[in-house]
């Protein structure tokens, strides 16, 4: 089992930026991709970003490039979510997620969730 905790969430105004970190406990995760994924209300949860393994090879939803930026230390079993340049629809509860293989998209194709952290972008 995987064990995953998300912590950085907040209030932020539009165009600043948070951080998001994802810790990892009980087995190793080092041989796992890992994504972040969000859901806003009333809306399905989304994928946003995937890290390889290795952390050398990672995947863009085409609309979150660029403002973005995924990364994992594995030394630290931690993985990090860099949102810049935020806009209110970005106010969403955030997932971090292991498993599956190559860098995958979908929910179903990850086995481990954490619980979410809450981003809130005011206008």
């Known amino acids: 089992q995987v064990q995953l905790v998300e912590t950085g969430g907040g209030l932020v105004q539009a165009g600043g930026s948070l951080r998001l970190s994802c810790a990892a406990s009980?087995?190793?995760?080092?041989?796992?991709?890992m994504g972040w994924f969000r859901q806003a209300p009333g809306k399905e949860r989304e994928f946003i970003a995937a890290i390889s393994w290795s952390g050398d090879s990672t995947v863009y939803v085409d609309s979150m490039k660029g403002r973005f930026t995924i990364s994992r230390d594995t030394a630290k079993n931690t993985m990090y979510l860099q949102m810049n340049s935020l806009k209110p629809e970005d106010t969403a509860v955030y997932y971090c997620?292991?498993?599956?293989?190559?860098?995958?998209?979908?929910?179903?194709?990850?086995?481990?969730w954490g619980q979410g952290t809450q981003v809130t972008v005011s206008s």
């Open positions: 997620a292991a498993g599956g293989r190559g860098l995958p998209k979908a929910v179903p194709l990850y086995d481990y």
């Open positions: 009980g087995r190793t995760f080092s041989g796992y991709p």
